[in-house]
């Protein structure tokens, strides 16, 4: 472009008593469109890389998960083939203290621990809401590629930020009791396109693992859970000599 402009001017004579002007010109719109260029490059880089969020779904503790119910009206998640290393029970010494439902529709579960104790996110995932909300005090959102989010909320301090990639059993939050809470613990919730359900549902609350089974979702609301037994591991029975029965 440069060589095509420099011999547009001196085929014209007029323009040529002007090329100074023209050449410096030219270098400053080339600059301002380089710059441009530029800068949406690393917007769109952004926006990939950080899997960005709604203003609605950033600002909002509840939100549906776009994508879901888009191709059938259910869909299903086998928690049964999620590894151990891949899931972590949000306070490691933590013990129930109030569960879900009830007289007060609590929409989640209560677990108690000591102040200043770590919650862990339950599941890999990318954080989608992150501050104060009322009486939650301070909350942590996640949404999984399982089709799940968790919620924890009443903490001292987040330690995560929107957008953050957080792996299962990574720390999140520091346990606490803001917003409407008389005691230090985590408000935990598990919600499927923005529903609550009873997180022992996907836990054990007595032995924190998560349970061996399939859970079926509908765009209702409804869902529907079948136990899976665990199958024999039959190189640890012959690599030591005993039967090992399924748990479950």
Partial sequence: MKILTEQVLNKIPILSMYKPTFTHLYKVIISTLLLCTSCCIISAQNTVNN??????????????????????????IDFSKIQR???????????????????RNHKGTDIKT???????????????FAKPC????????????????????????????????VKAGQPIAIVGRTGRATTEHCHFEVRINGKPYNPMIFFDSTTRQLRSLKVTAYRSGKIETTNIVPEYDFAQEKSSGKIIKPKG
Avoid at 85 to 103: A, E, L, Q, T
């Fill in 114 to 128: 000591h102040a200043g104790d770590t919650i862990y996110a339950a599941f890999e995932g990318r954080v989608r």
């Fill in 51 to 76: 899997k960005t969020f709604t203003e609605h779904e950033t600002n909002n503790i509840s939100a549906n998960t776009q994508g879901i119910f888009d191709n059938a009206n259910i869909f299903e």
């Fill in 134 to 165: 009322n009486g939650y005090g301070n909350v942590i959102v996640l949404r999984h590629d399982i089709g799940i989010e968790t919620f924890y909320s009443h903490n001292k301090k987040n330690l995560v930020r929107i957008g953050d990639h």
């Fill in 85 to 103: 290393g891949d899931w972590c029970f949000p306070m490691k010494n933590g013990r129930v203290i109030s569960h879900f439902g009830g007289k």
